[in-house]
């Protein structure tokens, strides 16, 4: 087991409990969507998985190492288990994107040959040409920044790739881009952890869904009990288009006209499939 994550619990302020009691396991090779209402607690679980955040209240252990508040020296963690935060600002900070992209790998000392050789590899394959690399982030779309907030945590290899809401902002082709990105790496023997709402767009990449709601792990399984399973639909009712669109794509729902409508429409379609009344 990569990740080992018990009874774990984390206050931001007294009273405030962002995580509540969490068990989450994760194994190697692994391809997990974790996904949930804004407020859920779907980053501070992430950052709990590179030791961002550090808590005493329960028990984490990454990569054979367990982590407490006085863990130090956390660098082969920290190189081992690549996090791609939610805002791509919050990593991208020296004069060009080049620097910015290796930084990361500089500071694990991964050998400058190396780093050189997989720069080539990434800017490739996230389509960052020298133009972009040679500008401050700050000059660069949203979109922009997205890659190359992306390509600073692929080029160092890490064991484990967690991605805090990757797809925003990327139109359609360098979505797509990405995610079959992300599934190649993945084939190499990489696990990835992506915390997504766009669930529609990364569904077909998924082995396994962990859904949060209010600090708690309320759902943890394969997608096809997922769809099945009644409270994801009660907690997700503001995704029941998304849901639609997925139970479609599976041929679950076969019905493309009942796809358009309004909320109390698509909760009649989400309810009669659900009870088995839909279709055939
Ligand atoms: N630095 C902080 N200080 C105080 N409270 C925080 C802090 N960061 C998050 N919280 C609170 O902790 C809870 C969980 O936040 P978190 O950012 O983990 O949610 P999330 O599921 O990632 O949401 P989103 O989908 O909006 O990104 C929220 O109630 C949030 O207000
Ligand atoms: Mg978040």
């Known amino acids: 087991m990569q990740i080992k994550i018990e009874k774990l619990n984390y206050y931001y302020e007294k009273k405030m409990k962002a995580i509540d009691s969490i ?8 391809f997990i ?4 209402h804004t407020g859920s607690g779907k980053s501070t679980l992430l950052k709990h998985l590179n030791a961002i955040l550090k808590s005493s ?17 956390l660098k082969e963690i920290r190189k081992n288990v690549g ?10 900070f020296s004069q060009t994107v080049k620097e910015d992209i290796m930084f990361g790998p500089k500071n694990f000392e991964i050998p400058i040959e190396e780093i ?21 982030a700050t000059t660069l779309s949203g979109g922009e920044k997205r890659r190359v907030s992306i390509a600073s945590v692929v080029v160092s290899k890490p064991k484990i790739l967690v991605l805090d809401e990757p797809t ?8 797509t881009k990405l995610l079959q990105l992300l599934r190649d790496i993945n084939d190499s023997g990489v696990t990835i952890i992506i ?3 766009d669930l529609h767009s990364t569904w077909d990449y998924l082995d396994r869904i962990v859904l949060l709601e209010g600090g708690k792990v309320v759902f943890d399984g394969n997608k096809e009990s997922f769809l099945k399973d009644k409270i994801n639909y009660s907690i997700k009712e503001k995704y029941y288009p998304d849901f639609i669109k997925i139970l479609i794509k599976v041929n679950l729902l076969k019905n493309n006209e009942k796809l358009a409508g309004t909320k109390k429409q698509s909760l009649k379609i ?3 499939y659900l009870d088995g009344e839909t279709n055939e």
Do not use: C
């Open 23 to 30: 068990n989450f396991n994760v194994l190697k090779g692994e």
């Open 33 to 36: 969507g974790i996904t949930g």
């Open 57 to 73: 209240n329960g028990s984490v252990e990454i990569l054979g190492r367990r982590i407490t508040p006085k863990s130090k020296m």
């Open 83 to 92: 996090v791609v935060f939610q805002f791509p600002e919050d990593q991208l």
């Open 116 to 136: 050189l050789e997989s720069l080539e590899d990434i800017k490739i394959k996230l389509d960052l040409s020298d133009e972009i690399l040679a500008r401050p």
């Open 168 to 175: 925003i902002g990327l139109d359609y082709g360098n979505k």
């Open 195 to 197: 915390v997504s709402h």
């Open 270 to 272: 989400i309810t009669d």
